[in-house]
């Protein structure tokens, strides 16, 4: 690729402060981009509202740029975007539609779990509301199965050949929720189309959303971007290393060791780095033998 056209991007979500399993997604994410001599910009994932904790916006920004790592370019947060995502809705037209659906009835149609955990919905309001319902939420249509766009393949950059059957293995998935916030599928693609992000280097957690994103980007008219999905940092019970579980803020007191703690996660050799300048001319130099070239 021409390295000059990349543009990346870190997203956290603002519900609590920068923790060592953000900071693998993050260094893996800002090494790609200097690698190829991009642009590596910042986003606040904050359109679940519920869960945003008020000051952790802007502890994030600090504490990525105490340890060396700038947005190049305004730092977007996605609160304040709704009306781009209702845009984008209206675009979908009929591929979108009003699903009376609770969470209890999906479940108790027993249609299949999907890899995420989620029930996979059984279709019932594809073809209009039943009587007495109104809505709840707004479901994008996929394709049924065998159809065209219903497999969707991509080469991951960590993980090699991927591909997911929409109809089978997610079922018609939330645009809109509830509660009225416009759901992370919807939101991501849009904002990566307008950031013109042309890389996505992510946590594994978000390789079961790759192809319905795919799906959504074709129904748009938008590019698709490359993916790189890195491991997650487990904890010592095996669970996802995550503001929930209880993980702890980045200590940066000792920058330089936590660093290091997330290069070596990611296999980078940079225990030789006496200060953060000589960390990222190592860390770099890693990264562009294992990604450089792809």
Request: a neutral charge; charged letters at 20%; glycine letters at 10%.
């Amino acid at each position: 690729m021409n390295r000059n056209a990349y543009t990346g991007r870190f997203a956290p979500s603002p519900s609590g402060p920068l923790h060592a399993g953000s900071l693998v997604a993050a260094l893996a994410s800002f090494l790609d981009a200097r690698v190829h001599e991009g642009r590596w910009l910042v986003r606040i994932e904050d359109i679940d509202e519920t869960r945003t904790v008020p000051g952790a916006a802007d502890g994030i920004v600090a504490t990525l740029a105490a340890l060396d790592m700038h947005s190049d370019g305004p730092v977007l947060v996605q609160s304040r975007r709704k009306a781009r995502y209702q845009v984008a809705r209206e675009q979908l037209g009929t591929h979108a539609y009003p699903c009376g659906c609770s969470r209890k009835e999906i479940a108790d149609s027993r249609t299949g779990i999907a890899s995420d955990g989620a029930a996979i919905y059984p279709g019932t309001c594809r073809h209009g509301l039943a009587p007495g319902k109104t809505a709840r939420t707004l479901r994008l249509r996929v394709p049924d199965a065998g159809m065209p766009g219903e497999l969707v393949r991509f080469d991951d950059r960590w993980l090699g050949p991927q591909q997911q059957h929409l109809a089978s293995e997610v079922g018609d998935f939330v645009l809109q929720r509830a509660d009225g916030f416009w759901a992370y599928q919807l939101a991501v693609v849009v904002d990566d189309a307008d950031q013109g992000i042309t890389d996505i280097v992510r946590g594994a957690d978000l390789l079961d959303s790759t192809a319905r994103q795919i799906y959504l980007q074709g129904l748009l008219g938008y590019p698709t971007p490359r993916y790189l999905h890195v491991p997650l940092l487990m904890n010592e019970v095996g669970e996802k290393f995550s503001k929930q579980n209880g993980a702890q803020a980045i200590d940066l007191g000792r920058p330089l060791q936590e660093l290091q703690r997330a290069a070596a996660f990611l296999g980078l050799e940079t225990s030789a780095a006496h200060d953060r300048e000589s960390f990222w001319s190592l860390a770099s130099a890693a990264w562009d033998v294992r990604f450089g070239g792809r």
